[in-house]
């Protein structure tokens, strides 16, 4: 048994305020000098970023779709070890979850999860158009569904001391506590762009700032005290943490594997480069935007997910990396790259020049391709034998031209065959999470040790 103090940080709907207020809450609690866990249900990259930069830990996402329902607790002790506390934002509204066809209705919702860590929930409500209404909208929340435990209320935008007294009056009788009270705050805005939240990584010294004063203005209108002992009311665990190293088999020759990071490649999952290391590799970090070289004797290139669209001018304008990625995979390198990482290795973003490994074309687009995806491999790679089945998601606004090459990646439910899989090479639109797939970064790990030369076997020998 683990005990863990633990909340859920939920909403009615999304644009409620979660992100904010998780983020205030992870950033005034690490001020008063506790060790926070932070975690997001569901695949979003960004907000863990923003509630990761407050706490000083990666933020880690708890997905039931990709990680397997089995995994959801496991995965969470991992990323809170030595925490004191965790924070857990929330997906969409309380009860939202995945609408593939092949799972029940609120399958993956904030929750489910909630359930599943047996953790209760702190629900953000957006009172700005609200008064006495606030206390249905609440009471149907804390009733839906018995096996949530709703503990506490934030109010969120509240407009005067007027408006919070009506609020809290009218939750008076709720039996819902109300934990604190946040004004509207303009200035707390975090800029947003075509897919969400700009990545905390992009921001520097603005979104450390940012999370500062979100930290501050939590910490003056929440109860910290009280939040803390609601999440000490979660029970313990009965769960084995989960550990890479028990999933998968290393591999002799500690092949030296590149990770594509920077601000143009800030989707990445935790676990990713966590399995990649406990196969044996030795993972180093690029940026594509500043080093001109990938790492000296790098076997194989992992290119992820992110905003490369934004920084392709830049991208483009780095000639050497993008030279040394196109020999890496001419030589038979194994390079895996996902959504922003097949951008990178095609022939040409919005009409600017990318690695040219892939004769593909590239642009932005203005349809939003969003969703989980049950995926079928049809091509033998580097990443997965053919048949591998693996539960992914999409998320982008460009488009490929074309979408699938002469042995493509992937095939889902309602498309056609997608992405690449072309000698060393894997490239899709498919984000996974490699914690539900361990065997995936164990077989690439594998294909880049054997891919290493002699020369350099040699000389780790």
């Known amino acids: 048994m683990v005990s863990v103090p633990r909340v859920v940080v939920a909403a009615p709907t999304s644009n409620a305020g979660k992100t904010s207020v998780a983020t205030g809450l992870v950033a005034a609690l690490t001020a008063r000098g506790l060790a926070v866990s932070p975690h997001k249900v569901g695949p979003d990259y960004i907000d863990p970023g923003y509630t990761g930069l407050a706490a000083g830990r990666p933020g880690r996402n708890l997905d039931p779709v990709l990680q397997g329902e089995e995994r959801v607790v496991p995965l969470f002790l991992h990323g809170a070890r030595g925490a004191d506390v965790a924070v857990v934002e929330g997906v969409m509204g309380l009860f939202d979850g995945a609408t593939s066809p092949d799972v029940e209705p609120g399958f993956a919702s904030t929750a489910h999860v909630a359930r599943l860590l047996r953790a209760p929930v702190v629900l953000v409500v957006d009172a700005s158009a609200q008064a006495q209404s606030v206390a249905a909208l609440v009471h149907g929340f804390a009733t839906f569904d018995p096996r949530v435990r709703l503990g506490g209320v934030v109010l969120n935008r509240v407009g005067s001391d007027r408006h919070e007294e009506i609020l809290r009056e ?87 594997i590149a990770v594509a990071g920077g601000p143009a490649f800030t989707f990445g999952y ?104 049950a995926a079928v491999a049809l091509t033998d790679s580097v990443l997965a034998p053919a048949g591998t089945r693996v539960r992914g998601h999409e998320f982008h606004r460009t488009h490929a031209r074309p979408g699938a090459g002469a042995t493509p990646a992937w095939q889902w439910a309602g498309a056609g065959p997608e992405g690449f899989a072309t000698g060393s090479v894997h490239a899709s639109y498919l984000h996974l999470n490699w914690a539900g797939s361990p065997a995936l970064p164990e077989r690439f790990v594998a294909a880049c040790a054997a891919a290493v030369p002699e020369e350099v076997r040699r000389a780790h020998r």
């Open 270 to 373: 935790a676990e990713n480069a966590e399995l990649l290391a406990a196969a044996g590799a030795e993972v180093v970090t690029v940026d594509p935007l500043r080093d001109e070289a990938l790492p000296a004797g790098t076997a194989g290139l992992v290119v992820g997910g992110g905003f490369p669209e934004v920084h392709a001018e830049a991208l483009s304008a780095n000639a050497g990396l993008r030279a040394d990625v196109a020999a890496l995979a001419a030589r038979g390198g194994p390079v895996a790259a996902e959504c922003a990482g097949l951008l990178y290795l095609s022939r040409e973003l919005d009409g600017h020049p990318m690695c040219g490994v892939l004769d593909v074309a590239t642009a932005m687009s203005p349809r939003l391709t969003l969703g989980y995806r």
């Open 170 to 256: 009218a939750l008076g009788a709720s039996g819902v506590p109300v934990l604190g009270a946040v004004r509207r705050l303009a200035e707390l805005g975090t800029p947003s762009r075509h897919l969400g939240l700009v990545p905390a990584a992009e921001r520097s010294a603005e979104a450390l700032a940012t999370v500062a004063r979100l930290g501050e203005v939590v910490a003056a209108g929440v109860d910290l005290d009280a939040v803390l002992r609601l999440a000490r009311t979660a029970p313990a665990l009965d769960a084995v943490t989960w550990d890479p190293a028990a999933e998968v088999t290393p591999v002799e020759g500690q092949p030296r």
